[in-house]
């Protein structure tokens, strides 16, 4: 049988680790697929081209699907997510000036504790804190709001949230134009190696279970070619396993930095995959449980509950309604093409697509179709519950 | 006929955007302002109040664009042209051109497209002139080191010109590689066995 073309664009990130093994190490070849991945230059390009049908899936940010759906952001477009493929793996960092004057005000860094970090911030600040994330509608910008507002009372009027394209964050924090940053690896350890930037924070202290990249897809185009979305999930399902294997890390590295597609050594990919993050030039790294994960605890499933979360923050942004938000947002993240993907193949799938976001404190057994499934931490910061099904705050 | 429109390009290369400015300048646009670095960008929005602006699509500081369009008490939002994608026609030229053009104000779309299909033509033609060139040192470069991959044959083996010639296409179909590619294999060798 012929492959079947398809393309699938993609920022050079590590997070994107997933498509390259399922290309690399051809589990998209034996799913019949011969897949093509796309580098763009900014997601506001990869957004435009899924949504002219210039590719056909996409590496996405995992608000930006819903994002389209309700119309925001200038490019109206019904896109749809098929599976999420990295969980958290955000990293927060500030700039060599405002780390010393938090450490003036008492604060040590210990890389994770985010209530003391935050107030660290805010009392060793007189003006607005300019922070950069890499897009507007991002998990970074999200998990940055939510961890200040609620780590700092009356936080949101002090800090000024800025887009500043990933590459270039190293810069903004050496030349001043940013007091912090939020953003994906490799370029929170490049600012720490070029900009003698600090790192404070990852995101998974502020979330343990954030969906961070998602694999979009047009909800036409999807319902036009059920055969090959299946397949696509599939192949990623396969690579994200053989990612998660600890032993596979070396190797993984060594295959990302020899492949075409993310043009960034060794160094810079290792702490992403390994969770070892040096967090300030000359320090010992310190190690990150569950800075990112491809595939345990489920990592791959598009809970419907994390699509309702993301509505009710855009809702806010922008004044939406936020039940019908949550309709749409919903109704984007595919479980059931994941389900109808994974089913025939084995895979464990849990018994529900929602799940109360926020409840587990430690890994947990959940009911699932082979009864192996191992959900969680899911923790907020601040130990807050998202339930479903609870109506959702008024506008 | 009105063309007071305030145009902002954002280009970094030089010679691209004194063509794009010269391109509006003769359509009778003359309030037209480049600005390069990427760190200009939120004052020169602020402070011009553009109607339009101007971008090439692969342009990574698009994302922080986009961002000036969403916040809050932004007093003036650029938004995406594609917003209104009724001409499908226009936003697909523009895409195949390499364009993204950003509205400020809400502006009218027959005052946009004269702006724009003036901004397409000329997207265009520098694409071309610089593929066109791209390829010429391509193919000098190519040029070079053939000769050079020539040189130590004739060297080497004691052939002449043509041999040497002969021999690196025969292997090259031999092996089913480019020419290029054999020679480049042959002239990285020589210099790690000196």
Redesign the interface.
Known sequence: MKATQVRCGYLPLVDCAPLIIAKELKFAEQEGLDLTLVKQ?????LR?ML??G?IDFAHMLSPMPVAMSLG?????SAIDVLMVLSVNGTIVGVSDDLDRRMQETGWTNTFSNPVETAEAIFAASTGKIRIGV???FSMHRMLLETWLSKAVAGAEDRIEI????P??MADAVS?G?LDMFCVGEPWGSVAVQQSGATLVLPGSKIWQFSPEKVLGVGHNWAAEHPKLCQAMIRAIYKAAFWLDQPENSPLAVEILARSQHLDLPDHAIDPALSGQFVTKLGHTPEQVARFMAFHSGAATFPWRSQASWIADVLSR?HGLDPALSRQTARACFRSDIYRAALTPIGADMPGASEKVEGAMEVPTAVASTLGEMILGPDRFFNGAVFDFGAPPPPK | MQKDLTILVVERDQAKAHEIIDALKDGGWNDVTVISA??AL?RAVKDQDPDIILID???????????L??V?NARNRP??M??D?TDEMM??AA?SAGL?AYVVNGLQKDRIKPVLETAIARFHMIAKMQSELDAAKQALSDRKMIDRAKGLLIRARNISEDEAYNLLRKTAMDQGRKVIDVATALVTAAELLQ
């Open positions: 230059p900014s997601w506001s390009a435009d949504a002219f210039q925001l952001g200038g490019m109206t890499p897009f507007v800025v887009t500043v394209p590459p270039k030349s134009a942004w | 990427p760190a939120e699509l692969a342009n990574p500081d698009r994302d922080t664009l986009e961002h369009g969403l809050a938004v995406a594609f917003v994608q936003t697909q895409i993204s």
